[in-house]
């Protein structure tokens, strides 16, 4: 696609419900990123796909975090049993090489209740 | 830890004013220094540096890269209320996912 789009753009999750956030990356870039980011503060790396491989976890906050990416095209963050300090925008990037920018989504901005 | 910080976290400016943002960088292996604007949610890409010294330029935006310092700067000439938003600095590094380390952000607002 032109650029890479985020679906749900908002979601509202009581607390204790599991969500699911997709990315379609830009066609062709193989690198991916998930990037949280709590109001007035900067992303904050999650997680990072080369192709369908998961190279790099170390920013997922907890065990009920969850990243993937099957076919090396969609990826999927799932959180599970939300509580609220989870609110915050959810941003995906990709980029076409390791060594090049990356591009972001819209991002999906959830809010637990 | 790596660690990017930005300064002045906030700027009011009038229209036609001159901006000078700050970027300082703690990266193990950094390779590469980016800047994004972010209104409302999508971060767009402006400018990448990797080299000390050499300018980029777009338009009336302008960065360059100081490695021995540790430090970039984002210029903004002649502003206008159409570059209010929020800038972000982020040092990405050559080992491991090159993943970027984001600041906080410098959060600019031009007044009419």
């Known amino acids: 696609g032109a650029g890479v789009s985020q679906s749900p753009r908002y979601k509202v999750a009581k607390r204790g419900q599991d969500v699911a956030l997709r990315c379609d990356p830009i066609s062709g870039h193989v690198s991916l990123f998930w990037y949280q980011q709590a109001l007035g503060q900067g992303p904050e790396f999650l997680t990072y796909?080369?192709?369908?491989?998961?190279?790099?976890k170390s920013g997922l906050p907890s065990d009920r975090f969850f990243a993937e990416r099957p076919e090396g095209s969609v990826s999927t963050l799932k959180i599970q049993r939300t509580q609220q300090e989870d609110s915050a925008v959810y941003l995906c990037?990709?980029?076409?090489?390791?060594?090049?920018?990356?591009?972001f989504g819209q991002g999906t901005r959830l809010t637990v209740v | 830890e790596d660690k990017v910080v930005q300064s002045p976290l906030s700027l009011v400016v009038h229209e036609g004013d001159t901006v000078t943002l700050n970027c300082s960088y703690e990266?193990?292996?950094?390779?590469?220094l980016l800047w994004y604007k972010q209104e409302k949610k999508a971060p767009t890409f402006l400018f990448m540096l990797?080299?000390?010294?050499i300018e980029k330029k777009s338009g009336r935006l302008s960065s360059i890269l100081d490695k021995k310092e540790l430090f970039s700067i984002l210029n903004i000439t002649a502003t206008q209320t159409g570059d209010s938003a929020i800038y972000l600095c982020a040092g990405g590094a050559t080992s491991g996912t090159y993943k970027y380390i984001f600041g906080t952000g410098t959060r600019l607002k031009v007044l009419a």
């Open positions: 990266v193990t292996n950094f390779r590469s």
């Open positions: 990797t080299s000390s010294g």
């Open positions: 990037a990709s980029r076409i090489r390791r060594d090049t920018e990356a591009f």
């Open positions: 796909f080369q192709n369908e491989a998961q190279l790099d």
